[in-house]
């Protein structure tokens, strides 16, 4: 089993490398890829110095799979250009989530409509990943009409140099600024860019991927998505409004029986979830459990986890292992 890493000296290519080792992925020959400033540099894996080749390089390798986190640009030119040579490429980028024919997976969720032609696969955004997760296991009984889901998304989703202006202003510092605002004692309502419909880029994905993936286009999602000064995980205030009554113990099993999910849910001891327990967790965790007292048939959901493991790297991961389990790798 020949597996690439491509931007694997980024933030998630490094949690991907170490998913890979404590997940025991069949890895027989690692290939780490990189852009060419980081070609010649090491990491560590499975407590060996691998060397970083071009992504050129690792094409002319043919790897079995191909986990790609190194942005839009470089999935673009790069992913088809695998794929031709046999690949499987798995896509931490928002280049190919919403093209028809791409599947974009989370395989709690839909990792049935993965088959052996697909050579191109899209792993979801990371508010959307976690929030699918907690909610389709009610979709399926209850059948969702609408969502309202607000996000405290931590500083790790956009990458090192915003973890840096964090703790750069945390010590007094001057930051070389990541976000158009002090982040350490502040929170604002901006991620992604703003579209003409008022709306950003991040939250226009929790719409588009939460259908896609869930498989109805009818949900309607209302999203904000909120920057905070974390770095355990994104955090997610989520109303749902079913077609159906639901009963709320019910609904307590569910979750509690629903794979990837761990409810924490204990008012009375102040146990919920947290983006500080979360860190360095593969799990959703859900709590907060409650009707919605203002409108029927609704509920709402606390929804945490760490949006650079299940998030990026143990989801794409995770695609990589069902796809190893059907025998679809070689």
């Given at each position: 089993m020949r597996v690439?890493?491509?931007g ?11 998913v890979l080792e404590e997940r ?17 540099k090491t990491?560590?894996?499975k ?5 970083v080749?071009s992504v ?15 942005g ?13 040579v046999?690949?499987?490429?798995i ?18 969720v839909n990792?049935g ?6 050579k191109i696969i899209?792993n ?7 929030l699918?997760?907690?909610i ?5 009984k209850?059948r969702?009409?609408?969502?309202v889901v607000s996000?405290y998304?931590s500083?790790?989703?956009t990458g090192?140099?915003?973890v840096?202006?964090l ?5 007094g510092?001057?930051?070389?600024m ?6 350490d004692?502040?929170c604002?309502?901006?991620?992604g860019?703003?579209?003409d ?6 939250e226009?994905?929790?719409i588009?991927?939460?259908r896609k ?10 999203p904000t998505?909120v ?7 994104h955090?997610?205030?989520?109303n749902l409004?079913?077609e159906?009554e ?9 979750l ?5 999910v761990v ?5 009375a ?9 979360a860190?360095?967790k ?6 907060r459990?409650?009707?919605d ?15 650079l ?19 679809w790798?070689?």
């Amino acid at each position: 089993m020949r597996v690439a890493v491509v931007g694997a000296t980024g933030l998630v290519g490094s949690v991907m490398l170490r998913v890979l080792e404590e997940r025991n992925f069949p890895v027989d020959e690692l290939i780490v890829a990189a852009s060419e400033k980081s070609v010649g540099k090491t990491v560590k894996f499975k407590d060996a110095e691998v060397k970083v080749c071009s992504v050129a390089d690792a094409v002319k390798q043919k790897p079995a799979v191909a986990i790609f986190s190194a942005g839009s640009a470089a999935s673009k030119e790069w992913a088809p250009k695998f794929a031709e040579v046999g690949t499987t490429v798995i896509d931490n980028s928002s280049c190919w989530r919403m093209y028809p024919e791409i599947p974009l997976v989370v395989p709690e969720v839909n990792a049935g409509v993965l088959t052996p032609n697909h050579k191109i696969i899209a792993n979801p955004n990371c508010s959307t990943i976690q929030l699918v997760v907690a909610i389709n296991p009610l979709h399926l009984k209850y059948r969702i009409k609408r969502i309202v889901v607000s996000t405290y998304q931590s500083v790790t989703g956009t990458g090192v140099k915003a973890v840096n202006q964090l703790f750069a202003e945390r010590q007094g510092h001057e930051a070389d600024m990541a976000y158009p605002h002090p982040i350490d004692l502040n929170c604002f309502p901006h991620g992604g860019t703003f579209l003409d419909n008022g709306y950003t880029t991040e939250e226009q994905k929790l719409i588009d991927e939460t259908r896609k993936i869930i498989g109805d286009q009818s949900i309607m999602v209302s999203p904000t998505v909120v920057r905070i000064p974390v770095i355990g995980g994104h955090s997610e205030s989520v109303n749902l409004e079913f077609e159906s009554e639901f009963d709320i113990n019910e609904v307590n099993e569910i979750l509690r029986s629903a794979p990837g999910v761990v409810v924490q849910d204990n008012p009375a001891t102040n146990h919920y979830p947290m983006p500080r327990f979360a860190e360095g967790k593969d799990d959703v965790f859900v709590g907060r459990i409650r009707r919605d007292v203002s409108r029927p048939r609704s509920l709402n959901l606390w929804v945490v986890s760490d949006n650079l493991r299940k998030g990026a790297a143990t989801n794409a991961i995770q695609i990589a292992e069902y796809l190893n389990a059907k025998g679809w790798l070689r």
